[in-house]
């Protein structure tokens, strides 16, 4: 037992033989910089000012203790999938008609689903009717996302016109893309309104076959990152700023939020709404399910360009 | 297609198991947005079409991409994992 | 069909588990934090791979009405599906929020190594004998 402790002690100590050894490696690195960092506001990300940090800055967490550290997470981690690994084989079998979780609501929303909705698919009368408020909750999850973005990375504007933040902007482009290269732009020219295209068929044809508002929403997004990498931040500048965004994404939200907000208040059953469901396989039937779409697939698109946008430019 | 879910099951596998051996952090960033692509074949042999459509685009596309400038911002796409920045970046 | 002992007639499940077990090993143990943005991406992917295999039944098709057959013996389950939709969107927004603060953290610790992020936190918080950032 007393070797045992002797080994652990001589691991949780080895720390201070590796401070020692590393002090003297690094005693011959250029003293420049004094070690703490200079604060965030003055200097921008210039990469000539790299600070000597590591003269003398005293690691709490030694290597013996990360070694421990890392044995016991990886036990832990074992554990864990070995009492996965054993549930897994009284689960129910995968597949099977039977099974607990294909109860009375699934038998509900597919049998009496085109009905109700009007929709023919059966996930998106789901999402958009049944179960609206998920859907809702979720839209401001990636609304949320973006403002938490925008206060993390946004850069203010005379920042932005200082000559050293435009000289890195310059420099990183110049290293990783060619500006205005001919072969992105043209090729863009062709397949933007295509990308488009497909984005707004799949955010209206949501309710009749496979898609909906998410994907035919990050389509269209990543259409619009595309326009921005072939035609460069002046050119989408012109037409989608953070007013249109703040604009687009409001609008949608609340649009949503007001139009099945009524249940708050006629009481959480589905209530027979004023908007009739239609026949089933037209565009504009089941209800507010388009709509729905519709707006939910705008505020995709918006946030997934911003997304790019914040984070290779510092603005929208 | 039996065979082909536990085919496809397997390389996911694999690719998590890359993932972790790594360390140029831009091969993990690749492979990861491989993961995704062979997770939305999963999806439509699971015969769920929207789960397909939405992961290929939005899995696959946009957190890949997210990962790509992230890396891009911080000058990390040539540069081994935990390595110091050795010269100037440019 | 049975093997060392492990039934593998749920194999979807198993599989999303080994990949729950992948994924929480790489983001405890690894110290870059972009293998830990990803290993947290790839822990999402399990459950919602380990959902989708719970809606899955032999034999029916996908839950798009066609013919308007509208029993339920040939649809399969859609729940799981719905849930799973929101989870893949509700993933990429946290990626996302987690992209934003290693960017921020980098700019100002230089560094992708949460280890040497701590402690030169503590440095500097020893130092100005004011809370620290992180």
């Known amino acids: 037992m007393s070797r045992l402790t002797e080994r652990l002690h001589r691991m949780l100590h080895a720390d201070d033989r590796l401070d020692r050894e590393m002090a003297a490696e690094w005693e011959e690195a250029p003293a420049g910089k004094p070690a703490s960092l200079p604060p965030e506001?003055?200097?921008?990300?210039?990469?000539?000012?790299?600070?000597?940090?590591?003269?003398?800055?005293?690691?709490?967490?030694?290597?013996?203790?990360?070694?421990?550290l890392v044995v016991l997470s990886v036990l832990l981690c074992v554990g864990i999938i070995t009492v996965l690994v054993i549930?897994?084989?009284?689960?129910?079998?995968?597949?099977?008609?039977?099974?607990?979780?294909?109860?009375?609501?699934?038998?509900?929303?597919?049998?009496?689903?085109?009905?109700?909705?009007?929709?023919?698919?059966?996930?998106?009368?789901?999402?958009?009717?049944?179960?609206?408020?998920?859907?809702?909750?979720?839209?401001?999850?990636?609304?949320?996302?973006?403002?938490a973005v925008m206060l993390l990375l946004r850069v203010s504007a005379d920042k932005r016109r200082s000559a050293a933040y435009q000289l890195e902007l310059e420099t990183d482009d110049r290293m990783y893309e060619p500006k205005n290269d001919l072969i992105l732009r043209s090729i863009a020219r062709l397949l933007i309104p295509c990308i488009l295209l497909l984005g707004m068929y799949i955010i209206l044809n949501g309710h009749l076959s496979p898609g909906g508002g998410f994907s035919g929403g990050a389509v269209m997004g990543a259409g619009l990152i595309l326009m921005l990498n072939a035609y460069?931040?002046?050119?989408?500048?012109?037409?989608?700023?953070?007013?249109?965004?703040?604009?687009?994404?409001?609008?949608?939200?609340?649009?949503?939020?007001?139009?099945?907000?009524?249940?708050?208040?006629?009481?959480?059953?589905?209530?027979p709404s004023v908007i009739t469901p239609g026949t089933p396989g037209m565009i504009f039937s089941a209800g507010l399910i388009p709509?729905?779409?519709?707006?939910?697939?705008?505020?995709?698109?918006?946030?997934?360009?911003?997304?790019?946008?914040?984070?290779?430019?510092?603005?929208? | 297609?039996?065979?082909?879910?536990?085919?496809?099951?397997?390389?996911?596998?694999?690719?998590?198991?890359?993932?972790?051996?790594?360390?140029?952090?831009?091969?993990?960033?690749?492979?990861?947005?491989?993961?995704?692509?062979?997770?939305?074949?999963?999806?439509i042999l699971l015969e769920s079409p929207d789960l397909g459509i939405t992961e290929a685009a939005v899995g696959a596309?946009?957190?890949?991409?997210?990962?790509?400038?992230?890396?891009?911002?911080?000058?990390?796409?040539?540069?081994?994992?935990?390595?110091?920045?050795?010269?100037a970046d440019l | 069909m049975t093997l060392f002992g492990i039934d593998f007639t749920n194999y979807v499940e198993l599989a999303a588990m080994i990949l729950f077990g992948i994924g929480l090993v790489l983001l405890l143990v690894d110290k870059n934090l972009i293998k830990k943005n990803i290993a947290f991406a790839m822990t999402d992917s399990a459950i919602?791979?380990?959902?989708?295999?719970?809606?899955?039944?032999?034999?029916?098709?996908?839950?798009?009405?066609?013919?308007?057959?509208?029993?339920?013996?040939?649809?399969?389950?859609?729940i799981p599906a719905g849930?799973?939709?929101?989870?893949?969107?509700?993933?990429?927004?946290?990626?996302?929020?987690?992209?934003?603060?290693?960017?921020?953290?980098?700019?100002?610790?230089?560094?992708?190594?949460?280890?040497?992020?701590?402690?030169?936190?503590?440095?500097?918080?020893?130092?100005?004998?004011?809370?620290?950032?992180?």
Not at chain 1, 49 to 63: A, H, L, M
Not at chain 1, 115 to 138: H, K, S
Not at chain 1, 299 to 306: A, E, G, L, P
Not at chain 2, 64 to 87: N, P, Q
Request: a positive charge; aromatic letters at 10%; glycine letters at 6%.
């Open chain 1, 41 to 68: 506001e003055v200097n921008p990300d210039t990469p000539a000012e790299q600070p000597d940090w590591w003269i003398s800055v005293p690691f709490r967490q030694g290597r013996g203790l990360r070694r421990l």
């Open chain 1, 291 to 316: 709509y729905l779409n519709i707006s939910v697939g705008l505020v995709v698109c918006c946030t997934i360009y911003s997304l790019y946008t914040l984070f290779r430019k510092g603005d929208l």
């Open chain 2, 61 to 87: 596309g946009i957190d890949s991409l997210l990962l790509f400038v992230a890396l891009k911002k911080i000058h990390a796409i040539h540069r081994e994992h935990g390595s110091r920045t050795k010269e």
């Open chain 3, 48 to 78: 919602y791979l380990f959902l989708a295999a719970k809606g899955y039944i032999f034999g029916r098709r996908a839950p798009i009405i066609e013919n308007g057959i509208t029993s339920a013996e040939a649809y399969i389950n859609p």
């Open chain 1, 87 to 147: 549930t897994a084989q009284y689960l129910p079998h995968f597949g099977q008609a039977g099974n607990p979780a294909n109860n009375e609501v699934s038998r509900r929303y597919i049998e009496n689903g085109m009905e109700e909705t009007g929709a023919v698919n059966i996930v998106a009368g789901m999402i958009l009717d049944y179960r609206a408020f998920d859907t809702l909750g979720e839209s401001n999850v990636l609304f949320t996302a973006v403002c």
């Open chain 2, 1 to 43: 297609m039996n065979v082909l879910m536990i085919l496809l099951l397997v390389l996911i596998i694999s690719c998590a198991v890359c993932v972790a051996f790594t360390k140029n952090l831009l091969v993990a960033a690749i492979v990861f947005m491989t993961q995704s692509l062979l997770l939305s074949l999963v999806w």
């Open chain 3, 83 to 134: 849930l799973v939709l929101t989870g893949i969107v509700v993933s990429v927004a946290c990626s996302a929020v987690m992209l934003a603060l290693t960017v921020r953290l980098y700019r100002r610790y230089h560094s992708l190594d949460i280890d040497e992020i701590i402690a030169l936190s503590q440095k500097e918080r020893d130092q100005d004998g004011t809370g620290g950032n992180v």
């Open chain 1, 232 to 271: 460069g931040f002046r050119r989408m500048e012109r037409f989608f700023t953070i007013r249109l965004f703040r604009a687009v994404t409001v609008c949608a939200l609340s649009f949503y939020a007001l139009s099945k907000a009524y249940s708050f208040f006629t009481g959480a059953n589905h209530l």
